[in-house]
């Protein structure tokens, strides 16, 4: 694909900024693939282009920065936005606050297996935001997940060296398949939420 090629030549022509750059904007939730520019990145380390620690260490910088951007912008009117807008879910603030009491407890640790997931992997910074997560306490783990997924595709772009497109490809069949199961769960959700609504307002005509 063209726009894949294109994305390729930029990181080799402008080295570490690029994939700074393309990090940051996967990190801002904009669909930069992150397994072509940290494969990449590993097969240039492959190459003798690219040094392992600055591969590394230029993606994980920009994610974590995009990261934080949009957990911030997130967090900053995310809260009130829900309050407002919560029952077209069915969720009165009471529940919204204790969904974000739960997630302050247990979610946490969660968000460094999350940042290995395609597709989902960057929305956990937007969830962390509107619930409100503390500011340290996010940092923190998402630091961490990003660390461990930026040495895990450098690593294996290195690895498969010459062969490092099938390392995105396999990253490409897994992230569609989770986009696909996503899908189906909208589907089953929102017919699930249908078929409730449906059955409540006969219950309340039977009851007239």
Not at 34 to 60: D, R
Not at 92 to 98: E, G, I, M, Q, Y
Not at 161 to 176: E, H, I, K, P, S
Request: hydrophobic share 50%; glycine share 12%.
């Amino acid at each position: 694909m063209p726009a894949l090629e294109n994305l390729t030549l930029l990181v080799e022509d402008y080295g570490y900024v690029a994939v700074f750059v393309g990090m940051f904007f996967e990190g801002m939730c904009i669909p930069v693939p992150s397994e072509l520019v940290m494969g990449f990145a590993g097969y240039l380390v492959y190459q003798g282009k690219f040094s392992l620690t600055g591969a590394i260490l230029s993606g994980w910088l920009g994610s974590f920065a995009g990261s934080c951007t949009i957990y911030y912008a997130a967090r900053k009117g995310g809260r009130h936005f829900l309050y407002r807008y919560c029952h077209l879910l069915r969720l009165s603030p009471a529940r919204l606050d204790t969904i974000g009491e739960w997630f302050h407890r247990f979610g946490p640790p969660f968000i460094i297996p999350w940042r290995q997931v395609p597709v989902l992997r960057t929305k956990i910074s937007i969830a962390a935001g509107l619930l409100d997560l503390k500011p340290l306490v996010f940092a923190l783990y998402t630091a961490v997940g990003i660390a461990v997924w930026c040495t895990l595709s450098v690593s294996l772009g290195y690895y498969f060296g010459q062969n490092w497109m099938l390392f995105v490809d396999f990253f490409a069949r897994l992230g569609t398949f989770v986009a696909a199961a996503i899908a189906v769960l909208a589907v089953v959700g929102v017919g699930g939420l249908f078929l409730y609504l449906r059955r409540r307002r006969k219950l309340k005509e039977q009851g007239r």
